[in-house]
């Protein structure tokens, strides 16, 4: 393939790599969680970290890390303490977020709409090593604790006060959740782009669920999803010569309706089998995959 002969493009592709790998790995447990839209919050307060990196000629990525990783903790307390007034503080902590980005980055040397049209959107050729190495770490920290506490995360995103009364740090966890989300979304920024890299965290896993029936299969397919997706949106990109971050995000819509459409005469299937099984009185065979799905999901 030629286009690896080009080192942009190689520092793309492994971008690409680290981003599908490690979206769906916290996304699916923002969905578990009802947050699917949370990446979106923090890739909007993630903006004034790259408006900042730039005034501050410092570089964007950690820049937004750090500012995102504050914006997620904020949030975590929100969702806390807000109660009724939540939803007007998270609202101004978003457009703010933005707004400081957009403010941020004009008033640095040299600033333009196209620097920031690059993060906002995605962008294969500004992918720098420095950008790589920063992903290289970020996308790290973010498998480590995905996988490495998969049975906390797993419990507290089910049922908070069941995992509450098992004696796990429900708070610490939540609190951890919201960072790894965060960095995850530094992680995609280059690849995807900020206002489109949620959509990579969420619909993945919405389209794993339609074949998962456990959720360490379900982990699995998002992965092998958002890897796929995001692949194949760079290097189309680089042949059509089109945005990656939204060419990744319509293949990725595209794999949800064909898993949708696959996994739904298969779910038909399965339930006529099953009424099948209680009519000829065997009430075993009905039972067997649910009891299947629950302890796949107990030993994730």
Known sequence: MDLLNYAF??????????????????????????????????????MTGVG????????????????????????????????????????????????????????????????????????LSTVSPSDVLAICLLAAFVVLVTLGLRRQLFAVSQDEEFARVTGLPVRALNLLTAVTAAVTVTVAMRVVGLLLVSALMVVPVAAAQQLGRSFAA??????????????????????????????????????????????????RRRARALAAARANGHPLECAIPANREATDEVGV
């Not at 680290?18 to 699917?36: D, S």
């Not at 904020?74 to 980005?101: K, N, P, Q, S, V």
């Open 52 to 123: 900042l990196g730039f005034l501050l000629s410092a570089s964007p990525v950690w820049m937004a890390t750090a500012v995102s990783v504050l914006g997620a903790v904020l949030m975590e307390l929100i969702r806390w303490y807000g109660r009724t007034r939540g939803d007007i503080a998270l609202a101004m902590l978003f457009y703010g977020g933005m707004a400081g980005g957009v403010m941020f980055i004009n008033l640095a040397p040299g600033g333009s709409n196209a620097n920031l049209t690059s993060y906002l959107f995605g962008s």
């Open 9 to 46: 493009m190689q520092r793309a592709l492994l971008a690409a790599v680290l981003v599908g790998i490690t979206a769906p790995a916290v996304g699916i447990y923002l969905v578990q969680r009802r947050q699917a839209l949370m990446g979106d919050g923090i890739g909007h307060v993630a």
């Open 218 to 267: 379900t982990f699995a397919i998002a992965v092998a999803i958002g890897v796929t997706v995001t692949l194949g949106g760079t290097i189309t990109s680089y042949y059509q010569d089109v945005p990656p971050g939204a060419t990744i995000v319509l293949l990725t819509i595209a794999a949800f309706i064909a898993l949708t459409a696959l996994a739904t005469p298969l779910a």
